[in-house]
């Protein structure tokens, strides 16, 4: 690991114009760092400010601190009785020791698990802008079908994001400046195009302090992921939804995916394939058809195609019921 | 520094990049924390902090200032072993026995997650699981053991599961 100059930040603002790294739970950085992955010059330790609390608003939603950490999260009654899909896709990433120590605010920028990213020999245009991508044409059975640019094909790697992703989650930050916003998740993550290594619109000393959950909409949650194991495994294909049938037509549909794209993705597409439509298979398969429009394989992630068909329609299925 | 480790005070003057696991093995003496992959894979290297099980490898000492660290140094001793060391002696639920520090702590920190009614991945009923077996093997999903012990893993902490769940009731 290269040496970095620490400080631990005792406020928000103190933080913003430190001028270096965030640091929290640290697992996906301190991992990248020892492999030289990444190379902060300075790491600004934000993990005992006062941003762990989950909140009730007068408006029926939730504001989660950015340090609440994934297992607090998933736990927490009112997720778990409001939002459920949120807490089944926090409770299918990582592994308990993980999940205590990772934030939300972590989680949502959470880095991608694509080998050559993380294999400094070789070209990567997200690690090192311009040196090439070598997952495209080489060993890709974890990345993208959808979204995909000729600079890079990796996949956003969290579960978390793509819950919020379907519950129209909102991101809260304050810059250096003391400027607030509020970012909607679908504005939130970039496309790879021709900057992979840009991920998100945050600007540089940019701190994520929340995330806002807007009221619950009702609704059956699933959250189903396909991975390689049983357990602590990533996503080679995953559903969040969040779906309500009523008098057999459904009425409302929320859908986000993961592991198929730079970001969780979400189509209207798919939505409007559903609502209005009694559950059938032959609605089901439009929705795909919907969600694959230009899915692209790149050889050995080819059968995330098919795979991702299948699971939709299953989840849909068992949403629906 | 100031760091509590086991219950006992330590000083001591760390590089910035120091994980907790290196703090603790390098600088302090305490070896029973292994270090198997160094990056949050394997479990090998679980210790409670304020409580709470983590990967140690993953997280700076210099991030640790007065936090409450226990290793499994600070379980039991030799002549008197906590109720999972004795079970996992009892039930033979190791081979090598290098994960197995790792493997004790975070069950520790398991069977209190489960005490304050902490759902798992497992749980078909989000506010209310019973802990059977297939809910340890999720739980204990990131303690991985190469020789595969984990039939006799999961019945060691079964029974010290079984047995608290009685005193409980």
């Not at chain 1, 939002?83 to 990582?94: D, M, P």
Request: charged share 20%; with cysteine.
């Amino acid at each position: 690991m290269k040496t970095f100059d620490y400080a631990r930040a005792d406020s928000v603002e103190a933080a913003t114009r430190a001028g270096g790294r965030f640091i929290a739970g640290g697992t996906n950085l301190l991992d990248l760092m020892k492999l030289q992955v990444e190379t902060p010059e300075k790491l600004v330790d934000i993990s005992r400010l006062d941003l762990n609390t989950i909140e009730e608003r007068e408006d029926g939603g939730l504001t989660i601190g950015a340090l609440v950490p994934n297992s607090d999260l998933a736990a927490d009654p009112r997720v778990i009785a409001k939002y459920e899909v949120l807490s089944r896709a926090l409770l299918a990433g990582a592994s308990g020791q993980l999940r205590n120590k990772a934030t939300t605010g972590g989680n949502l920028l959470q880095r991608t698990r694509c080998y050559y990213f993380y294999d400094t020999a070789a070209g990567c245009n997200k690690r090192q802008p311009g040196s090439g991508c070598e997952a495209i044409g080489g060993f890709n059975r974890i990345h993208a079908i959808l979204g995909t640019s000729d600079q890079c094909i990796a996949t956003h790697p969290g579960d978390m994001p793509v819950a919020m992703r379907a519950l129209d989650a909102v991101i809260v930050t304050q810059k250096a400046d003391g400027d607030k916003r509020r970012v909607p998740i679908g504005d939130f993550y970039r496309l790879p195009g021709d900057t992979p290594h840009i991920e998100n619109v945050l600007e540089a000393g940019e701190l994520i302090t929340h995330v806002e959950l807007p009221a619950p909409t009702g609704g059956r949650h699933l959250y189903r992921k396909v991975r390689d194991r049983a357990s602590y495994a990533f996503a080679l294909f995953s559903v969040a939804a969040v779906v309500t049938v009523e008098d057999g037509i459904i009425t409302a549909a929320a859908l986000a995916f993961g592991g198929v794209a730079h970001l969780p993705w979400r189509n209207p597409a798919v939505e409007a394939a559903l609502v209005g439509k009694a559950p059938s298979d032959e609605t089901f398969n439009a929705a795909a058809d919907a969600l694959l429009d230009g899915a692209r394989g790149f050889g050995t992630n080819d059968f995330k195609i098919p795979l991702a068909r299948r699971t939709l329609i299953a989840s849909l299925r068992e949403v629906t019921q | 520094m100031h760091f509590t480790i086991n219950g006992q005070s330590h000083e001591a003057e760390v590089d910035v990049r120091t994980s907790l696991l290196d703090l603790c093995r390098e600088h302090l003496g305490l070896t029973g924390s292994k270090k198997g992959c160094d990056h949050g894979q394997c479990g090998a290297c679980t210790m409670l902090v304020n409580g709470r099980r983590i990967n140690s490898c993953l997280t700076l000492a210099v991030m640790h200032q007065d936090d409450e660290i226990v290793t499994i140094e600070g379980l039991g001793t030799p002549e008197n072993l906590h109720p999972l060391q004795s079970a996992f002696v009892r039930h033979d639920g190791y081979q090598c026995g290098y994960c197995t520090p790792g493997q004790i702590c975070s069950a520790v920190g398991m069977l209190d997650e489960v005490k304050k009614g902490w759902p798992s991945h497992a749980s078909a009923d989000l506010t209310g699981a019973s802990l059977d077996n297939a809910e340890i093997s999720e739980r204990m999903s990131g303690n991985i053991c190469r020789c595969a012990a984990y039939p006799n893993i999961v019945d060691a902490i079964r029974e010290v599961a079984d047995a608290s769940a009685k005193v409980d009731a």
